[in-house]
T-cell receptor
């Protein structure tokens, strides 16, 4: 079942923060986050496993709320290079079900 | 530059043609994937090849057939495609097939069916 992402699109000015949410009605084992720039391949950002952990690198971090079956991606002090479409991908169990991507959130950072 | 190499980058073919898309990775990964991505849509999984076993998305028509000559190559054979098959075809690989395995994507083959 496809996870639901929100918002569908967001426009930020450089330096502003954003949160992208990914939720599922089914129990999740893991949540993946990828960013895809226009005309390019998706690039892996991070994976969160059930257990409610939070991960991050530089100014992009994410959390996984197992109770709510929801993950949030936090982008702080956004840069022009953050522009792209962000996809979350969810797995229902430990590798036997395919990764299903949400519809994506289009992020545009302007100067 | 990505570590998953896909060829060709662009392909235009007629509905009666037979062609193949190639995907190669030299990272020693044991799982490889084919995805189809339409414009402004997320990637949709078509096939997974892992430990010499092929898993198929049952919604994928038989005019698409994967082939894995060795552990670093995963080809996609195309035959009698339809205009709605025009899309970006992405290949990906991961260290293993499991819940904590990031997928590394190639740059894709942009396919147009006339």
């Amino acid at each position: 079942q496809q996870p639901v992402q929100s918002p569908q699109a967001v426009i930020l000015r450089e330096g502003e923060d954003a949160v992208i949410n990914c939720s599922s009605s089914k129990a999740l084992y893991s949540v993946h986050w990828y960013r895809q720039k226009h005309g390019e391949a998706p690039v892996f950002l991070m994976i969160l496993l059930k257990g409610g952990e939070q991960k991050g690198h530089e100014k992009i971090s994410a959390s996984f709320n197992e109770k709510k079956q929801q993950s949030s991606l936090y982008l702080t002090a956004s840069q022009l290079s953050y522009s792209g479409t962000y996809f979350c991908g969810t797995e229902k169990d430990s590798g036997n079900t395919p990764l299903v991507f949400g519809k994506g959130t289009r992020l545009s950072v302007i100067a | 530059d990505t570590e998953v190499t896909q060829t060709p980058k662009h392909l235009v073919m007629g509905m009666t043609n037979k062609k193949s898309l190639k995907c190669e990775q030299h990272m020693g990964h044991r799982a490889m994937y084919w995805y189809k991505q339409k414009a402004k849509k997320p990637p949709e999984l078509m096939f997974v090849y892992s430990y010499e076993k092929l898993s198929i998305n049952e919604s994928v028509p038989s005019r698409f057939s994967p082939e894995c000559p060795n552990s670093s190559l995963l080809n996609l054979h195309l035959h009698a495609l339809q205009p709605e098959d025009s899309a970006l075809y992405l290949c990906a690989s991961s260290q293993d097939r499991g819940f904590n395995q990031p997928q590394h994507f190639g740059d894709g083959t942009r396919l147009s069916i006339l």
